[in-house]
């Protein structure tokens, strides 16, 4: 139960970050970590190939994000990742161009997020992207005692 309120906190509080210098934003969300049956007390890092321990953040290259090895305080603890990217693009706007100079996509996280120009009085929209997570469908309905 305490993964589902730690998810929830952190998908309301910091899942769309505004970065002052381009106002495009940065995601961040938690999933169950990938674990190799070898390694149990570490998260897999599928992008380097890696076992990582908890609290170890690594980036995502070669995708434009980083990943941190959290450990939950469930009874018993599990293995979550939190993933850090730039989230969805914007949606379609003719008024609005990928900056090709200003965007470095080799960079290191946040810096790799794409930055766009805009003509004047245009704004940049992105999807809705819901910050609740579904409940599973296996998921107790009652509260344990």
Not at 55 to 70: A, N, Q, Y
Not at 107 to 123: L, Q, W, Y
Request: with cysteine; charged share 30%; aromatic share 8%.
């Amino acid at each position: 139960m305490k993964v589902f309120v730690v998810f929830a906190v952190v998908l309301a509080l910091a899942f769309a970050e505004d970065k002052a210098d381009d106002k495009s934003k940065t995601y961040k969300r938690l999933i169950p970590a990938d674990v190799l049956r070898d390694f149990p007390g570490m998260c897999f890092a599928s992008t380097k190939c890696a076992t990582v321990e908890p609290g170890k953040t690594w980036e995502l290259t070669p995708f434009c994000g980083r990943s941190t090895c959290v450990l939950s305080e469930d009874k018993p603890p599990r293995l979550l990742e939190l993933v850090e990217d730039c989230g969805p693009l914007p949606l379609a706007n003719p008024k609005c161009k990928l900056d090709e100079e200003k965007t470095n996509k080799t960079a290191a996280f946040p810096t790799c997020c794409p930055i766009f120009k805009c003509e004047e009085g245009a704004v940049l929209e992105y999807p809705e992207i819901p910050t609740v997570a579904p409940v599973p469908e296996d998921a107790p309905t009652t509260p344990k005692a």
